[in-house]
């Protein structure tokens, strides 16, 4: 099976970030990797209408620590949507299958939890280049997906809310 371009989307189908906020939330764990990714977000979020100060970018040191990071953002400011970007590259220990795991349950309890977008922006990948060819390479960039995905489950949980 052909693997999907993470930056490939139909444009049409976003509706506008303009009056949009987010938290952006990264791992510091392989950081050529996760860098790549929230800018490939970033630009994004900006390039559909999201300005720039309704944009607020924290660090966490782990992956596994980007729920907890979620969490914050969650509790103490007014973010429509969380983005939780990292990358875990799979090792020699079973370590890759406890962080995958713990982040995975992690973000799924934040969207229930506060019934807010929590966008999963986690590469889970068996190496390095890998990881590489989707943070802005040949299979495009997992934060790109992560931004149209907030964006629309924002526009989504707004259309509800006002009885659409
Ligand atoms: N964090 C990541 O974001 N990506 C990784 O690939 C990654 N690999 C790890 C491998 C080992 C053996 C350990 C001990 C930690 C790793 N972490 C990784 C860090 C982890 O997410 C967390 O920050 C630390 O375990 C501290 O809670």
């Given at each position: 099976m052909a693997t999907r371009?993470?930056?490939?989307?139909?444009?049409?189908?976003v509706p506008s970030a303009e009056k949009m906020k987010f938290g952006i939330v990264i791992a510091e764990w392989n950081y050529h990797i996760t860098s790549a990714m929230a800018k490939g977000a970033i630009e994004t979020l900006i390039k559909h209408g999201?300005?720039?100060?309704n944009i607020r970018v924290k660090h966490v040191p782990?992956?596994?620590e980007l729920t907890l990071g979620g969490q914050f953002f969650a509790e103490y400011t007014d973010v429509d949507a969380i983005l939780l970007i990292g990358s875990v590259i799979k090792g020699e220990t079973p370590h890759f299958d406890y962080i995958c795991q713990g982040v995975t349950q992690g973000a799924t309890e934040l969207n229930m939890k506060y019934n807010l977008p929590v966008i999963f922006g986690l590469l889970t990948t068996l190496n390095e280049k890998q990881a590489l060819e989707r943070a802005g390479g040949k299979l495009g960039n997992k934060g790109d997906e992560a931004a149209i995905t907030a964006i629309k489950m924002i526009a989504l949980q707004q259309e509800l809310e006002e009885g659409k």
């Open positions: 371009n993470l930056s490939d989307y139909d444009i049409n189908s999201c300005k720039e100060e782990g992956s596994f």
